[in-house]
């Protein structure tokens, strides 16, 4: 008999470029739905996380001051229980901060 239980898994990234290659690694190599998936700030204030990446740096190392730096990114998704395994390696190897479930 299968497991047919689900997980809401959460993690938290320090930069947005983090988060959404997370997002991409449960789309493409677990197989979780986009609509499955959610992002928001940590932080009550809308935030691109707690470090400059991706767009926020220049080619000359200079960082953007216009990006609001407030805190991390957290990305959710409810998934199967038998893949709680697999997504919290995937998490571990984008540099999560934090990884729980419920």
């Known amino acids: ?7 809401t ?5 320090k930069t947005r470029e983090a988060a959404d290659l997370a997002i991409e ?10 609509p ?9 204030e809308n935030s691109t996380g707690s470090a400059p990446s991706g767009g ?5 190392g200079d960082v953007r001051t216009d990006a ?3 805190g991390e990114i957290e ?6 229980s038998q893949k709680i395994a697999a997504v919290q390696r995937s998490f571990g190897n984008l540099d ?3 990884v729980s479930g419920r």
């Open 36 to 44: 499955d998936i959610f992002v928001q700030p940590v932080a009550s």
């Open 25 to 34: 690694h449960l789309v493409q190599q677990h197989g979780i739905s986009r």
């Open 1 to 7: 008999m299968s497991d047919d239980s689900t997980t």
């Open 75 to 80: 990305v959710s998704a409810d998934i199967a």
């Open 56 to 60: 926020d740096v220049r080619r000359d």
């Open 9 to 13: 898994i959460r993690a938290t990234f």
């Open 68 to 70: 609001p730096l407030g």
């Open 96 to 98: 999560a901060i934090r």
